[in-house]
């Protein structure tokens, strides 16, 4: 049985918005997993729909098999981290996350048992006095982690739950999230636009545009697998051309011409000759050469050097090609320093196949 499941969920605000279409997902017990994409895909809404904040117009959502689409957000086994915490700022540490258990009704004793469990998990306790409007941002991220978990929820939910910290606050924290999730086995659910986020904290991510979901894989696949051209744009740093499809007898590859000659890629058996589609190739695949190297062939590109420059320990080239945007090409700056490519230069772009993919536009 699943932790949560969405079966074509839909939303449709009172205003004739459609925010959230057909939505599909599982979602096992102690999985971590990300809501990514741009502002307005439909993220936030989908999260509340799960905490039941707000309404469905269509489909079912399930909480361990069973089905909370009609329940109130409070008799739902969910708790929601919220983007500003919404902590009580005069109250002490200690009585914003107490408050969540008393609204349930859980007696003194047992208040008192797990509020102190949980700020020692969380290393709250010292501060368990402080008032929450004279702590950290950091500090008031784990306040509200802290009344989140206190109510031992099957699901937590977070909105943006780092987007309100610093870049080195928000790595730290990140990590603790992480751990934290992996040591409660709770089911995190979260909301981000930002995608190192996304990639860097779960297990799975669904990548969303326009209310529907474009992609559900795990990160690495999101990188090197794309399976649409929306998420071939928007993950990574891919290189992406337009084509045709062509025949190819290559058992899991797929073959496309373009107006830079024919390109082949890891692909779809059952991908229709004649159609049109796209090869994504990320930008740590392309493998650069001298003018002329090799003279012909598939996945094979020619251009100029526009600018070659180091930053930290990544190399990257930018090579114009006629008719179309430059293309960019990574590298670690070991293997960097060794190219014979000055700005100017004209170079051969190749890359192998199996790391770039077909995807029908
Ligand atoms: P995201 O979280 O990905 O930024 P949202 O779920 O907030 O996206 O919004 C999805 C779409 O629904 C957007 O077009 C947004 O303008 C619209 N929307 C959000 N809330 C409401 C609302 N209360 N009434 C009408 N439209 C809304």
Request: aromatic content about 6%.
């Amino acid at each position: 049985m699943h932790d949560l499941e969405l079966i074509q969920v839909g939303k449709v605000y009172d205003d004739g918005t459609t925010a959230v279409s057909n939505f599909d997902l599982a979602v096992e017990k102690g999985e971590f997993v990300a809501f990514l994409g741009p502002s307005g895909c439909g993220k936030t809404t989908t999260l509340r729909m799960i905490a039941g904040f707000e309404t469905i117009t269509s489909g079912d959502i399930l909480i361990k098999g069973r089905n909370v689409s009609n329940l109130s957000a409070e008799r739902r086994p969910t708790s929601m981290i919220f983007q500003n915490y919404a902590l009580f700022p005069h109250m002490d540490v200690w009585k914003n996350v107490e408050y969540g258990l008393s609204v349930k009704g859980v007696g003194a004793p047992e208040r008192k048992r797990r509020v102190g469990q949980i700020l020692e998990k969380l290393g709250l306790t010292d501060i368990a006095h402080h008032r929450a409007d004279r702590l950290s941002g950091g500090q008031r991220q784990r306040i509200a982690l802290a009344r989140g978990l206190v109510v031992e929820p099957d699901i937590l939910l977070l909105d943006e739950p780092l987007g309100a910290l610093d870049a080195n606050l928000r790595r730290i924290i990140q990590n603790e999230l992480k751990l934290l999730q992996k040591e409660l086995g709770i089911t995190f659910v979260f909301v981000t636009h930002a995608q190192s986020e996304a990639l860097g904290l779960s297990d799975r991510v669904v990548v969303m545009s326009n209310g529907r979901v474009e992609q559900i894989s795990d990160p690495r696949d999101l990188y090197t697998r794309p399976q649409t051209p929306f998420v071939a744009g928007f993950i990574g740093a891919n290189t992406i051309f337009e084509g045709t499809i062509a025949p190819c007898d290559r058992a899991g590859a797929a073959r496309i011409d373009t107006p830079f000659g024919p390109m082949e890629g890891v692909g779809p058996r059952a991908i229709a000759p004649g159609g049109k589609a796209i090869i994504a190739i990320p930008s740590d695949a392309l493998d650069v050469h001298p003018a002329g190297f090799p003279a012909t062939g598939r996945n094979r590109v020619e251009g100029t050097v526009l600018t070659r420059e180091i930053v930290g320990h990544i190399g990257t080239l930018r090579v114009a090609l006629p008719g179309r945007r430059p293309v960019q090409v990574e590298s670690h700056v070991e293997r960097f320093r060794d190219l014979e490519a000055r700005e100017g230069d004209t170079v051969v772009l190749t890359w192998d196949p199996a790391r770039s993919t077909v995807i029908a536009a």
